[in-house]
């Protein structure tokens, strides 16, 4: 898949990727391991004026204190059924026969058990205003934490929201029940989420928005997994989306002209079918500026943008056994990194 890529281009893409992990879980972790469960800060929205997309105060990172609670309900009603032997894997980008020029823009929205990040509303408002579909995959954790502006994200049809485990623990080292709750936690608080949004419809005296019972995709966090780990996912009816586009570096995406050099090096790396990774939760810092400049290259280059949902109805995915940013084995010196398993705990996350 990077074949074409010259191992110059290579390295520099995995130090940057590497460097935005790091930038991004020290910045939000600093020394604090323990989680303090405290309250959350942010319900649900009631009936109330509609939410305005311009940036606020909640929205900053770490502006939300953090709780490290489980969930109001610990398994979703909605149960998936389980995926067959071929859909097991790992979607990097997806094959179109007919080579139209489309790609899936997603973006990760998360945190760990021990700290609160923050929503890229300049993201989603700049998505939203350009009529851009994309993919959203939200921790659920992440997705409480912030559960105002998820509940206005599902009244938006352009969003697809999909699965990024309750706090990013990593799936090449947790126990299976620490799995099973990682992804089930998550399906569960998208629920609440969802009855919530559709109250609020009601009660506004809006009609209803269409909105799926459950998220049926997944993203590995820190994109680790393990052939047990993918097996399991399969077997929670869970379809394992990563990417073949790391679309970030680790550097200060706020300067157009850096910014600009970098959405030139991701549209290069483009084709149709592919799968390009942003995150949405402020870190790295000014992926903002970076999307705006990535959309305009592809777009001068007649890409369109569709979501992972309809990108994958409209070829056959590509997968792999394998979870990584650009080439096997480049993130497993994440493993001894952010606590035992990935959560920024001292203690195993063993959903309890």
């Known amino acids: 898949m990077f074949s074409s890529v010259s191992p110059v281009l290579r390295l520099r893409l995995i130090v940057a990727l590497l460097a935005g992990v790091f930038c991004f879980f020290t910045g939000i972790c600093t020394a604090a391991v323990a989680a303090d469960a405290v309250p959350a800060a942010a319900p649900a929205a009631s009936a109330a004026p509609a939410l305005?997309?311009?940036?606020?105060?909640?929205?900053?990172?770490?502006?939300?204190?953090?709780?490290?609670?489980?969930?109001?309900?610990?398994?979703?009603?909605?149960?998936?059924?389980?995926?067959?032997?071929?859909?097991?894997?790992?979607?990097?980008?997806?094959?179109?026969?007919?080579?139209a020029k489309v790609v899936a823009l997603t973006f990760d929205l998360c945190e760990l058990d021990t700290v609160t990040t923050g929503c890229d509303m300049d993201i989603l408002g700049f998505l939203r205003a350009e009529h851009i579909p994309a993919t959203l995959f939200m921790g659920g954790k992440w997705m409480r934490t912030h559960s105002r502006r998820v509940v206005q994200i599902m009244a938006e049809p352009q969003f697809e929201i999909a699965n990024h485990a309750w706090s990013h623990g990593n799936f090449a080292l947790l126990s299976p029940a620490g799995l099973r709750a990682q992804v089930l936690w998550t399906q569960a608080q998208y629920e609440l989420l969802r009855e919530e949004a559709l109250r609020e419809a009601r009660a506004q005296g809006r009609p209803e928005p269409v909105i799926q019972p459950v998220p049926t995709l997944f993203r590995l966090p820190y994109g680790r997994c393990s052939d047990q780990s993918l097996q399991a996912l399969a077997k929670l009816g869970m379809q394992v989306v990563q990417w073949d586009v790391v679309a970030e570096s680790g550097a200060d995406n706020t300067n157009v002209e850096h910014a600009r050099r970098e959405a030139h090096l991701v549209a290069s790396q483009a084709k149709p079918g592919s799968i390009l990774l942003f995150h949405a939760n402020?870190?790295?810092k000014g992926s903002a500026q970076l999307l705006r400049e990535t959309v305009a290259e592809l777009r001068r280059r007649g890409y369109n943008f569709v979501s992972v949902?309809?990108?994958?109805?409209?070829?056959?995915?590509?997968?792999?056994?394998?979870?990584?940013?650009?080439?096997?084995?480049?993130?497993k010196a994440l493993d001894s990194k952010f606590g035992v398993d990935g959560t920024g705990r001292h203690t195993p996350f063993n959903g309890e």
């Open 282 to 284: 402020l870190v790295p």
């Open 309 to 331: 949902g309809t990108l994958l109805g409209m070829g056959v995915p590509q997968r792999t056994m394998n979870g990584y940013f650009t080439a096997p084995g480049d993130n």
């Open 52 to 99: 305005s997309w311009a940036p606020d105060a909640q929205d900053a990172r770490k502006a939300l204190r953090n709780d490290a609670t489980p969930p109001a309900k610990r398994e979703p009603s909605v149960m998936l059924p389980p995926l067959g032997p071929d859909a097991v894997g790992t979607i990097r980008r997806v094959a179109l026969a007919d080579g």
